[in-house]
Nanobody, 126 residues
Framework: QVQLVESGGGLVQAGGSLRLSCAAS????????IGWFRQAPGKERESVAA????????RYANSVKGRFTISRDNAKNTVYLQMNSLTPEDTAVYSC???????????????????WGQGTQVTVSS
């Protein structure tokens, strides 16, 4: 069973950048597709990005396409979410999740994932 820990959240001004990390332990990391999700206050959790086992296959929500980049380093058991051109609408708790899957394209929806981290807060000020 894999455990996930997110880091890298914080407070940033609009237009700024942050890089989130999702560090995994307790499993064979390269067996897992990884997804990033976010939940803003009073809103449903939404999918942000996903990456397949090897890293060449990625998916993005339309709202972040062109601004966010998901990547992974299997040697470090870590997935990253580089977030650029941040806006106040990106303010949320960001969580990563894992699914033992080699599906193409990688899973993207919340119900498809079964291991979750605790989340990290991202706040974008205007």
């Amino acid at each position: 069973q894999v455990q996930l820990v997110e880091s890298g959240g914080g407070l940033v001004q609009a237009g700024g950048s942050l890089r989130l990390s999702c560090a995994a332990s307790g499993g064979t990391f390269s067996n897992y597709a990884i997804g990033w999700f976010r939940q803003a206050p009073g809103k449903e959790r939404e999918s942000v990005a996903a990456i397949g086992r090897i890293g060449g296959l990625t998916r993005y929500a339309n709202s972040v396409k062109g601004r966010f980049t998901i990547s992974r380093d299997n040697a470090k058991n870590t997935v990253y979410l580089q977030m650029n051109s941040l806006t106040p609408e990106d303010t949320a708790v960001y969580s990563c999740a894992a699914k033992d899957s080699d599906r193409f394209p990688p899973p993207f929806l919340e119900y498809e994932y079964n291991y979750w981290g605790q989340g990290t807060q991202v706040t974008v000020s205007s």
